[in-house]
């Protein structure tokens, strides 16, 4: 919660070294409140990642078809670097924000190693949520990272393999920030419209780019306070696919999750199973 204050005019007469009776034909100053400024909008980073499977030779790294991360921001398939952003889960942010004054962004990354720090404007934004495909054997949950691991391992959609801690000299498990840790723990078991949330720990077989990507997220926010800056938060949310092609559902789970995420634990409108 931002605090504002009124700033006061102090009268010219306050800093003299005594009081100075003006002329009859002049008021005296009077102390004026001045009005404090509308607070800024909170600004909102939610990426997408594009397709990694049978892209061509050479492989289209800008598909998106078959990832329904991409697919939320997007809409229907595409094969081109995105433009515009018209895919159910613009407007589904929207109607779960309500009120709330809030800036949104969107952006899709092809799923290449180091696609992260090289394509995310982390420093202008105040938080950034990665969505990625990681709910594989039912429909009707989404995890929230708590944390990352500190390994990549895998080949990616350009054909480059990888092996190796993604930050040399750091523990096994990349701990998020207390106040990133808070906001995963209070969606922890929520029901945004027919899915759960799930919390899910750091975990040696999540090494592929999204666990890269929350590494680097989580490393970025870190940077950024210990530098004065304004990246305040990063989440990383897995998604199912969507039942048959109802996009609309999956899109209005996921804006409640994202924007929980953003809110105080107090107030919050989702229910507890």
Not at 32 to 48: H, N
Request: glycine share 6%; with cysteine; net charge negative.
């Amino acid at each position: 919660m931002r605090t504002w204050f009124s700033l006061l005019a102090l009268p010219l007469s306050a800093c003299a070294p005594k009081a100075v009776t003006p002329p009859p034909d002049v008021a005296p100053t009077t102390a004026v409140a001045v009005a404090p400024s509308d607070p800024a909008p909170l600004r909102v980073l939610v990426t997408g990642f594009n397709d990694w499977k049978d892209l061509g030779e050479p492989p289209n790294l800008w598909r998106c078809r078959d990832n329904p991360s991409c697919r939320l921001l997007l809409g229907d398939p595409s094969d081109d670097t995105p433009t515009t952003f018209q895919g159910p889960l613009i407007p589904a942010l929207s109607r779960a924000a309500g009120d709330r004054d809030i800036t949104w962004s969107f952006a899709t990354l092809p799923v290449t190693w180091g696609v992260t720090a090289e394509q995310t404007p982390y420093a202008e934004h105040d938080v950034v949520v990665h969505l990625g495909l990681g709910v594989y054997d039912r429909d009707d949950e989404v995890f929230v990272e708590a944390g990352a691991y500190n390994l990549r391992k895998g080949t990616d959609a350009a054909g480059n393999s990888a092996d190796e801690p993604i930050f040399e000299s750091q523990p096994d498990v990349l701990a998020a920030t207390p106040k990133i840790v808070a906001a995963v723990e209070a969606v922890d078991g929520r029901s945004f419209g027919r899915m759960r949330a799930r919390a899910m720990q750091a975990r040696p077989q999540n090494s592929y780019l999204c666990n890269e990507t929350h590494s680097l997220a989580l490393d970025a926010v870190r940077q950024s306070q210990a530098a004065g800056g304004s990246l305040e938060a990063a989440f990383f949310v897995h998604i199912p696919q969507p039942v048959g092609e109802d996009w609309d559902v999956l899109a209005e789970s996921v804006a409640g999750v994202v924007v929980a995420l953003l809110s105080d634990p107090v107030g919050q409108t989702a229910s507890r199973g």
